[in-house]
T-cell receptor, first 115, second 114 residues
Framework: DAGVIQSPRHEVTEMGQEVTLRCKPI?????LFWYRQTMMRGLELLIY????????DSGMPEDRFSAKMPNASFSTLKIQPSEPRDSAVYFC?????????????FGPGTRLTVL | QKEVEQDPGPLSVPEGAIVSLNCTYS??????FMWYRQYSRKGPELLMY????GNKEDGRFTAQVDKSSKYISLFIRDSQPSDSATYLC??????????????FGAGTQVVVTP
């Protein structure tokens, strides 16, 4: 299996622009997680899905952030409008089905820079 | 106060030494305890997990959980330069409302010198 796939790997944009990050989870996994990692705050859970349904979005910092999972093999995290403080590495992770939500497999991340 | 505390290091050891890492936590509901390894500019990689208290061994890695003290440890025997990375602990409550909602430590940077 190719593992969790994220695109783009790097994104540089200007303040106010819309940013869309993409994730393809591992086939057969039924949980999908979006995280953000910064030096100051470490790894933070933003939102997660189970069987394509959002379960907990309490970590989403504000209404500028939104996430969707239209099917089992694709999810997006959108920031509109972007701000410099959104600069971070965004990770997507997935977990196998069968009560294994604690076993999370991470993608390589998208490094976002907002100027 | 954070739910999970982890010393950020860096922790520098000579090749062949035992690396000792630990985390403390405050939420007694945590039942699953994970250790992730993260190389620079890569995603975290699950090393091993333990359910409830006890020890678990996998090759050179040993994880220990002491729920009575709310303290977990990871030991790396015969450390190699390739073990140089940041090690993050993570914890999860049992299946229920917060199932899968991991709480991560800040990560400890480990440097193994040849």
């Amino acid at each position: 299996d190719a593992g969790v796939i994220q695109s783009p790997r790097h994104e540089v944009t200007e303040m106010g622009q819309e940013v869309t990050l993409r994730c393809k989870p591992i086939s057969g996994h039924d949980y999908l997680f979006w995280y953000r990692q910064t030096m100051m705050r470490g790894l933070e859970l933003l939102i997660y899905f189970n069987n394509n349904v959002p379960i907990d979005d309490s970590g989403m910092p504000e209404d500028r952030f939104s996430a969707k999972m239209p099917n089992a093999s694709f999810s997006t995290l959108k920031i509109q409008p972007s701000e410099p403080r959104d600069s971070a590495v965004y990770f997507c992770a997935s977990s196998p089905a069968g009560g294994r939500a604690h076993e999370q497999f991470f993608g390589p991340g998208t490094r976002l820079t907002v100027l | 106060q954070k739910e999970v505390e982890q010393d950020p290091g860096p922790l520098s050891v000579p090749e062949g030494a035992i690396v000792s890492l630990n985390c403390t936590y405050s939420n007694s509901a945590f039942q699953y305890f994970m250790w992730y390894r993260q190389y620079s500019r890569k995603g975290p990689e699950l090393l091993m997990y333990t359910y409830s208290s006890g020890n678990k061994e996998d090759g050179r890695f040993t994880a220990q959980v002491d729920k009575s003290s709310k303290y977990i440890s990871l030991f790396i025997r015969d450390s190699q330069p390739s073990d140089s990375a940041t090690y993050l602990c993570a914890m999860s409550p049992p299946p229920g409302d917060s199932w899968g909602k991991l709480q991560f430590g800040a990560g400890t940077q480990v440097v193994v010198t040849p």
